[in-house]
Nanobody, 124 residues
Framework: QVQLVESGGGSVQVGGSLRLSCAAS????????ISWFCQSPGKEREFVGG????????WYTDSVKGRFTISRDNAKNTVYLQMNSLKPEDTAIYFC?????????????????WGQGTQVTVSS
């Protein structure tokens, strides 16, 4: 099992940046694919992006490509979501999720473990 804890959320103005962290417990962190999802009020949770077990590959939803970057440090059991050029529509609760293996990284049901989420608010 793995437990995930997100941090780094907050309030920022349009065009600003935030870096979210997803810290995991356990000694087998490197076996998990990790992804970020977000959920805005009244909307379903959406895929933001994901990273492979060794960090060599990343995938992003179109709306964040070129603005968000996912990285991981397996020695620190942590995955990061660097968010630049933030827009009001990025306002949401951001969750990290882990899975041993995924067929479709963007599907919530592929993930066995979830963090509690961290709020990001972008104001104009």
């Amino acid at each position: 099992q793995v437990q995930l804890v997100e941090s780094g959320g907050g309030s920022v103005q349009v065009g600003g940046s935030l870096r979210l962290s997803c810290a995991a417990s356990g000694r087998t962190f490197s076996r998990y694919v990790i992804s970020w999802f977000c959920q805005s009020p009244g909307k379903e949770r959406e895929f933001v992006g994901g990273i492979s077990r060794d960090g060599s590959s990343q995938w992003y939803t179109d709306s964040v490509k070129g603005r968000f970057t996912i990285s991981r440090d397996n020695a620190k059991n942590t995955v990061y979501l660097q968010m630049n050029s933030l827009k009001p529509e990025d306002t949401a609760i951001y969750f990290c999720a882990a899975a041993d293996w995924v067929y479709d990284m963007s599907r919530e049901r592929e993930y066995h473990y979830w963090g509690q989420g961290t709020q990001v608010t972008v104001s104009s």
